[in-house]
């Protein structure tokens, strides 16, 4: 977006000269006679106006004042609060001063030798930081989550998270069965939960993983379907998680480490909706919806006869897979503020962008997992408020890669000045005055 600059002033030869110095430094240049046209053009687009001059008084050919251009700050600023409007004026005097100063003005340059050297120093100062606003405005919205990421309570910005979420909001309202396929640290059990919450269920979460279990061991059969005392069993009574999920959901993860005796009963469950405790006769009921999450080894099982076809296209009603952080690394950025953000509780960590390019460049086998235990670690053990390239290996175990190396192209003054001079802009709301006073400089 190009910054406009507009000029009030019923004076042609103010006009003239602004038209001279201004065009020089800014593309759009609007003249206007009276604040009123001024203002019904400023409405068109506030959002491009860099800076307003205007003068102090405007008067009818009879040389009347009929409007103070005092009167009008209020309303540029209504329109976009960033606008910098500035009296330019001949009148010196101390209640034209006390208007002006009443009415926030920005600054106050008095016409006279030096006055067209003060419009284009505060032009520049105006461009330069409508130039900052933008680009600062530009990086949020580039870090921006869209809403069924959000809605899923992950992070990212890419095209194929974005799909699966979409597909995980649309399978949330109904009651079939949800298999989630991904890596390790792709985000299955936070997909399983923004399912549950989307779905409305009034029962609870409840989730269990399945590969913490032997084959042999019967302690998982115990765990999802309970166990009852009988004249065969010398085991306590316990309720089961298909009980406890009771119009709620069990998310099952790791599935394809589940035993066959459990996958036979699970199905049955599947099927009816019915179940035995193991030790009891008793057929008992539950509304528990499941939902399973797995790796790419599910259907290796399935040619190989360790997971049960039937089962697999039971559970496989809705199959949702996430990608992996290698095939959307364009989320790493996004991902990188969210964890420093969370990490970093109320320090305000900024990261430069060879240290992004250095995260793309790596071969992330943990996934999003393996990224936030990298920035939780640089959180802990860098003081610093801008994370290089240099703290990210003294944090990680990266492979260094023969073929790029990464440099940081400012050095480490370059950059600490960069971020001082970011910080003291933001303390100052924007004021070049005020964020020089904090620096120290003029």
């Given at each position: 977006?190009?910054?406009?600059?507009?000029?009030?002033?019923?004076?042609?030869?103010?006009?003239?000269?602004?038209?001279?110095?201004l065009e020089e430094i800014s593309e759009s240049v609007d003249f206007f006679n009276n604040p009123?046209?001024?203002?019904?053009?400023?409405?068109?687009?506030?959002?491009?106006?860099?800076?307003?001059?205007?003068?102090?008084?405007?008067?009818?050919?009879?040389?009347?004042?009929?409007?103070?251009?005092?009167?009008?700050?209020s309303d540029f600023k209504k329109l976009n609060d960033t606008i910098k409007v500035i009296m330019i004026s001949g009148d010196k005097s101390d209640e034209t001063l006390r208007k002006w100063f009443i009415a926030k003005a920005d600054n106050c340059i008095f016409k006279g030798d030096d006055c067209w050297s003060k419009v284009v120093e505060s032009s520049r100062d105006a461009l330069r930081e409508f130039e900052i606003r933008e680009n600062l405005s530009k990086r949020r919205s580039k870090l921006l989550v869209p809403e069924p990421i959000k809605l899923m309570n992950m992070v990212g910005r890419s095209m194929e998270l974005e799909k699966a979420c979409d597909m995980l909001i649309k399978a949330a309202p109904t009651k079939h069965t949800v298999l989630?396929?991904?890596?390790?640290?792709?985000?299955?059990?936070l997909s399983a939960k923004g399912v549950?919450?989307?779905?409305?269920?009034?029962?609870?979460?409840?989730?269990?993983?399945?590969?913490?279990?032997?084959?042999?061991?019967?302690?998982?059969?115990?765990?999802?379907?309970?166990t009852e005392k009988g004249k065969f069993t010398d085991v306590s009574n316990t309720i089961g998680l298909i009980e406890a999920a009771n119009e709620g959901t069990l998310f099952l993860d790791e599935i394809h480490n589940m035993p066959m005796r459990v996958q036979q009963k699970l199905l049955r469950f599947l099927e009816d909706r019915s179940y035995r405790k193991s030790g009891s006769t008793?057929?008992?009921?539950?509304?528990?919806?499941?939902?399973?999450?797995?790796?790419?080894?599910?259907?290796?099982?399935?040619?190989?006869?360790?997971?049960?076809?039937?089962?697999?296209?039971?559970?496989?009603?809705?199959?949702?897979?996430?990608?992996?952080?290698?095939?959307r690394k364009e989320d790493i950025e996004v991902l990188a503020y969210h964890f420093l953000?969370?990490?970093?509780?109320?320090?305000?960590?900024?990261?430069?962008?060879?240290?992004?390019?250095?995260?793309?460049?790596?071969?992330?086998?943990?996934?999003?997992?393996?990224?936030?235990?990298?920035?939780?670690?640089?959180?802990?053990?860098v003081s610093e408020d801008l994370i290089t390239v240099e703290h990210l290996k003294e944090c990680g175990d990266f492979e260094e890669k023969p073929f790029e190396k990464f440099h940081e192209l400012e050095s480490r003054h370059e950059?600490?000045?960069?971020?001082?001079?970011?910080?003291?802009?933001e303390l100052s709301n924007g004021s070049r005055t005020k964020g020089g006073d904090l620096l120290g400089i003029s």
């Open positions: 977006m190009k910054p406009r600059v507009i000029v009030i002033d019923d004076d042609k030869i103010t006009e003239d000269i602004c038209a001279e110095f009123v046209d001024a203002l019904k053009s400023a409405k068109l687009n506030p959002f491009n106006i860099a800076i307003v001059f205007m003068d102090h008084n405007f008067k009818n050919k009879s040389g009347d004042i009929v409007a103070y251009g005092s009167d009008y700050i989630i396929l991904g890596e390790t640290g792709t985000g299955k059990e549950h919450k989307l779905s409305e269920r009034k029962g609870k979460f409840m989730e269990i993983n399945c590969g913490q279990y032997n084959n042999n061991d019967t302690t998982l059969e115990a765990e999802l379907f309970g008793d057929i008992k009921k539950s509304t528990a919806r499941i939902v399973c999450a797995g790796n790419s080894k599910l259907k290796d099982l399935v040619s190989s006869g360790d997971f049960m076809p039937d089962l697999y296209y039971r559970i496989n009603r809705i199959c949702v897979e996430l990608p992996d952080l290698n095939s953000k969370k990490f970093g509780e109320d320090r305000e960590i900024l990261i430069s962008e060879n240290a992004i390019k250095f995260l793309k460049n790596q071969d992330w086998k943990g996934n999003v997992r393996d990224l936030a235990n990298i920035l939780a670690r640089v959180t802990t053990l950059l600490e000045k960069k971020l001082l001079i970011i910080k003291s802009w």
